[in-house]
């Protein structure tokens, strides 16, 4: 494809992007569906050029960057507490998923072979959380439900490469399942390593650099930094960047100033727009290249269709199956917790007026570990996955563009490989459209609702009071407060800026302004170090919703831009 057609074909999708992404939130629906559709539309055209794009520009250029996106606007508090779900639906259901279908498929292809045929399964096991939790959020659903949905799409896409990997290779030789067990811990274990390393690493540097636009710039190349030498190393690249981005939104809130954070929000949230809806688009473009394949390789597209619609049904029905029990898990575990949380607050209440236990050398730590705890059993008893929300879940397998990239990674031998491409794609549509465009209406009927305005609001209010309190008490009501030169501050700077902060205002009276000008800032600063800490140890202990958490950093993070402060 020439040039000028390749800058057009970019110009005009991104141009249709931003257009699907406007009408869609307007007219409530969803945008991937959106874009896919309108991408199968224009496939048809006359005239329109195939779109077959490499599979390795999805899978090392395209995925790693959107995961990464997604994994630092994680809070670790929730992935945490759900840590055994996530797991379970991202590991376990992609594997049953895997073989499940992979039967199936042998069963219909006899000559494909059962490594072959779990191959393909793995392609179309990992469902793409892009779509539900778009919708999700829209609709109000509960935070534990979308942070299990994005948990499960930042982990399951990594179980199912790594699985394909695994079972092309045994297509060459003899399968043996310790060595393939082996190699998918191996893959884990040293993707894991890394990206925590790359993660926890870049942020340390850039913290040090502190220019927005140059941490930001190396906040871009991160994910390619855990991705490239994990997948050297033969383990999960698509892991490894899971876990930087993991490192990366625990430990920047820490090391990042406010200014930093920002921009790269910003920045970050127009890249993952342009990622997460291009691919998609792009999905519906590569309909005609890959009928006309089929027909080139003298198969029927008939029995693509047929084929792949059968495998829409097994891959619903295992996933239900397999949501039933974690959730009736759930349910049962959820009585149990109500009585911990009541324990943990005793124990808390005894802790906080036993003068001994204050004074012990570890009773800081102690007490620290019983409010994580005693925050984690609340959140279990008052967060229950009810039957509606495992219904939510169940319904939410739509599959994706990494569906279609993994198919077309096949070896080009491959076994019927142009009609297992084509029957990749239509899973990947059919549960996209059918599953997504209906989990609205579901949704709807099981009237299932998150956390109202008010609520949170109240819950906000409450967070940023306890961090003014922390501030208040900590440095304008300290008697041995002190400047940096070891001098006192002044007590008209004290006062007015007691005024100011209880009323979150930034204007300085213009009278003995200079004579303030050296004082304010720097007061100011400690007062935002002290609700920082306070803020990072209500994030520690997971007292608060993350959504909470999320806004009263918003909050702060606006008022040192706005004070110049770190």
């Given at each position: 494809?020439?040039?000028?057609?390749?800058?057009?074909?970019?110009?005009v999708?991104?141009?249709?992007?931003?257009?699907?992404?406007?009408?869609?939130?307007?007219?409530?629906?969803?945008?991937?569906?959106?874009?896919?559709?309108?991408?199968?539309?224009?496939?048809?055209l006359?005239?329109?050029?195939?779109?077959?794009?490499?599979?390795?520009?999805?899978?090392?250029?395209?995925?790693?960057?959107?995961?990464?996106?997604?994994?630092?606007?994680?809070?670790?508090?929730?992935?945490?507490?759900?840590?055994?779900?996530?797991?379970?639906?991202?590991?376990?259901?992609?594997?049953?998923?895997?073989?499940?279908?992979?039967?199936?498929?042998?069963?219909?292809?006899?000559d494909?072979?059962?490594?072959?045929?779990?191959?393909?399964?793995?392609?179309?096991?990992?469902?793409?959380a892009?779509?539900?939790?778009?919708?999700?959020?829209?609709?109000?659903?509960?935070?534990?439900?979308?942070?299990?949905?994005?948990?499960?799409?930042?982990v399951?896409?990594?179980?199912?490469?790594?699985?394909?990997?695994?079972?092309?290779?045994?297509?060459?030789?003899?399968?043996?399942?310790?060595?393939?067990?082996?190699?998918f811990a191996?893959?884990?274990a040293?993707?894991?390593?890394?990206?925590?390393?790359v993660?926890?690493?870049?942020?340390?540097?850039?913290?040090r650099?502190?220019?927005?636009?140059l941490?930001?710039a190396?906040?871009?190349?991160?994910?390619?930094?855990a991705?490239?030498?994990?997948?050297?190393?033969?383990?999960?690249?698509?892991?490894?960047v899971?876990?930087?981005?993991?490192?990366?939104?625990?430990?920047?809130?820490?090391?990042?100033?406010?200014?930093?954070?920002?921009?790269?929000?910003?920045?970050?949230?127009?890249?993952?727009?342009?990622?997460?809806?291009?691919?998609?688009?792009?999905?519906?473009?590569?309909?005609?290249?890959?009928?006309v394949?089929?027909?080139?390789?003298?198969?029927?597209?008939?029995?693509?269709?047929?084929?792949?619609?059968?495998?829409?049904?097994?891959l619903?029905v295992?996933?239900?199956?397999?949501?039933?029990?974690?959730?009736?898990?759930?349910?049962?575990?959820r009585?149990?917790h109500?009585?911990?949380?009541?324990?943990?607050?005793e124990?808390?209440?005894?802790?906080?007026?036993?003068?001994?236990?204050?004074?012990?050398?570890r009773?800081?730590?102690?007490?620290?570990?019983?409010?994580?705890?005693?925050?984690?059993?609340?959140?279990?008893?008052g967060?229950?996955?009810?039957?509606?929300?495992?219904?939510?879940?169940?319904w939410?397998?739509?599959?994706?563009?990494?569906?279609l990239?993994?198919?077309?990674?096949?070896?080009?031998?491959?076994?019927?490989?142009?009609?297992?491409?084509?029957?990749?794609?239509?899973?990947?549509?059919?549960?996209?459209?059918?599953?997504?465009?209906t989990?609205?209406?579901?949704?709807?009927?099981?009237?299932i609702?998150?956390?109202?305005?008010?609520?949170?609001?109240?819950?906000?209010?409450?967070?940023?009071?306890?961090?003014?309190?922390?501030?208040?008490?900590?440095?304008?009501?300290?008697?041995?407060?002190?400047?940096?030169?070891?001098?006192?501050?002044?007590?008209?700077?004290?006062?007015?800026?007691?005024?100011?902060?209880?009323?979150?205002?930034?204007?300085?009276?213009?009278?003995?302004?200079?004579?303030?000008?050296?004082?304010?800032?720097?007061?100011?600063?400690?007062?935002?170090?002290?609700?920082?800490?306070?803020?990072?140890?209500?994030?520690?202990?997971?007292?608060?919703?993350?959504?909470?958490?999320?806004?009263?950093?918003?909050?702060?993070?606006?008022?040192?831009?706005?004070?110049?402060?770190?």
């Amino acid at each position: 494809m020439d040039v000028e057609i390749l800058e057009l074909v970019a110009v005009v999708g991104v141009l249709v992007i931003v257009a699907a992404s406007y009408f869609a939130g307007k007219f409530g629906l969803a945008t991937p569906i959106v874009l896919v559709l309108l991408g199968v539309g224009l496939s048809v055209l006359p005239g329109m050029p195939h779109i077959e794009p490499d599979p390795e520009l999805i899978l090392a250029v395209v995925l790693p960057p959107l995961l990464y996106s997604a994994a630092v606007n994680m809070p670790v508090v929730d992935f945490r507490r759900d840590l055994r779900t996530i797991g379970a639906l991202s590991v376990l259901l992609v594997l049953v998923s895997a073989f499940g279908t992979g039967a199936l498929l042998w069963w219909i292809f006899p000559d494909l072979g059962f490594a072959a045929a779990v191959a393909v399964g793995a392609v179309i096991s990992p469902p793409d959380a892009v779509a539900a939790t778009s919708i999700g959020k829209r609709l109000g659903l509960p935070p534990r439900l979308l942070t299990i949905l994005e948990g499960e799409g930042l982990v399951n896409d990594a179980t199912a490469l790594v699985l394909l990997r695994t079972a092309v290779a045994a297509t060459a030789g003899a399968f043996s399942f310790w060595q393939a067990a082996g190699s998918f811990a191996y893959a884990v274990a040293i993707a894991v390593v890394i990206g925590l390393v790359v993660g926890l690493v870049a942020v340390r540097v850039r913290s040090r650099i502190a220019q927005p636009t140059l941490t930001t710039a190396i906040s871009f190349v991160v994910p390619f930094l855990a991705f490239l030498p994990a997948e050297a190393a033969g383990a999960s690249g698509v892991l490894a960047v899971v876990a930087a981005g993991l490192a990366t939104g625990a430990s920047g809130v820490r090391r990042l100033s406010a200014p930093d954070r920002n921009a790269e929000r910003i920045n970050w949230l127009t890249v993952q727009m342009l990622l997460e809806n291009g691919v998609f688009l792009l999905m519906g473009l590569q309909l005609r290249a890959l009928v006309v394949d089929v027909q080139g390789a003298g198969l029927s597209v008939a029995d693509s269709v047929w084929i792949g619609l059968a495998m829409v049904v097994a891959l619903v029905v295992i996933r239900a199956v397999f949501v039933a029990p974690v959730i009736l898990t759930a349910r049962r575990r959820r009585s149990g917790h109500e009585e911990k949380a009541r324990r943990f607050e005793e124990i808390l209440e005894q802790v906080s007026s036993d003068d001994r236990f204050q004074q012990h050398p570890r009773g800081a730590r102690i007490e620290r570990w019983l409010q994580r705890n005693h925050a984690d059993a609340r959140f279990y008893a008052g967060n229950g996955l009810g039957w509606r929300g495992g219904a939510v879940l169940a319904w939410s397998g739509m599959r994706g563009v990494v569906t279609l990239a993994a198919a077309q990674s096949l070896p080009l031998d491959f076994p019927y490989r142009s009609q297992l491409v084509l029957l990749a794609f239509v899973v990947a549509l059919v549960t996209l459209v059918a599953q997504g465009g209906t989990l609205p209406l579901l949704i709807r009927l099981l009237g299932i609702r998150g956390t109202d305005e008010e609520t949170a609001h109240r819950e906000l209010s409450l967070l940023l009071g306890e961090m003014r309190e922390a501030a208040t008490g900590q440095v304008l009501d300290n008697p041995d407060l002190r400047r940096r030169d070891g001098e006192h501050f002044d007590e008209e700077v004290l006062e007015r800026v007691r005024g100011l902060y209880a009323r979150r205002e930034e204007t300085i009276p213009h009278e003995n302004r200079d004579s303030l000008a050296a004082q304010i800032p720097e007061l100011n600063q400690i007062l935002l170090e002290v609700e920082q800490d306070a803020l990072n140890e209500a994030r520690s202990i997971g007292a608060y919703d993350s959504r909470t958490i999320a806004s009263a950093q918003r909050v702060l993070d606006a008022a040192a831009t706005r004070r110049g402060t770190r």
